[in-house]
């Protein structure tokens, strides 16, 4: 590596190196301002704010607090597999007493449409107990859209449990997604046909060659007790174990910019004692075209005798 000139071979009678500084380091000031420009404008920034926000909110007031006042009026939550409209949800929850556990999350990957109306992110989460003990671990998952006034909203939320992780404590560094490409206009109708065209796939492929056409290089499958799937190798094994599924999309919401949209719905299995539940994908456009980046599953579970 290059040493810095000092400041005694500038004042030595070097003055064409002295001349010639100020022109090398502005291209350079100017590039590190350009990146830093971009850096801060970054599509996703708005919505790791929101969620940090989300979670904040939540261990300074309240769960229903926070919940209440990031929701969008359509906005979706699972109860055992069941979308229902969020909002009324928390609206019949009570307030935890004093005491109980804290609930912690906090990003650690985050992706935008081109547009910035449309976004999502995921990280860790846990229960803090008042004397500090942290149990009941997983991940959520929160795609956020921007209302008419401006604001973020959460659309859907949607979470899975596993077991303590090796780090339990909240990333402070975020993984952000890829630029997506830029597709011809699109409909959320399309987001729709989508999942139409996933399901038949597995019909006739079954679940790991449907899937592999599908997924990105920056794909995530949630599964219920797992830590989020993020490699190739990881979500073949997975979907190679796995009952054929069939999805029965319910909504769908895409971007302006017609890069990015999410699609949510209940799943049923082939067999009919296999699992069943509710759903979220988002969808991308890259290169490639369409790709399911992301893909959330809240399985409904037998009641308790």
Known sequence: MQKPLSATSLQSGNNRQAMLLPRLLLPAALLLAWTSSAQAQRPADAFVQAERDFARTAVEASVKVAFLGSIADSGIVFQNGQPALGKPVWQKQPEAPAGSPKLVWGPEFADAARSADLGYT????????PDGRRVAFGHYFTVWGRQADG???????????????QQTGIPTE??????????????????????????????????APAYAAMLSQQSRLHR???????????MQEKL????????????????????????????????PDGPKGGY????????????????????TKPAKP
Do not use: C
């Open 224 to 234: 219920d007790g797992l830590m989020p799937l993020t490699t190739a190798a990881a």
């Open 280 to 299: 979220a994908h988002v969808w991308k456009h890259e290169a490639k075209g369409w790709r399911l980046v992301a893909e959330v599953l809240n399985p």
């Open 240 to 271: 190679k174990a796995e009952s054929a599924m069939q999805f029965q999309p319910l909504g769908s919401q895409i971007s302006t910019a017609g890069d990015l949209g999410y699609v949510y719905g209940t799943y049923t299995s082939a067999t």
């Open 122 to 129: 995921t990280g860790p989460y846990y229960l803090e107990q």
């Open 174 to 207: 975020v993984t952000f997604g890829n630029t997506p490409s830029r597709p011809s206009k699109q409909r959320p109708a399309d987001l729709l046909a989508l999942d139409k065209q996933l399901s038949e796939a597995i019909r006739q492929n079954g679940m």
């Open 151 to 165: 604001s973020l909203k959460f659309l859907t939320d949607i979470g899975i449990p596993h077991a303590a992780p």
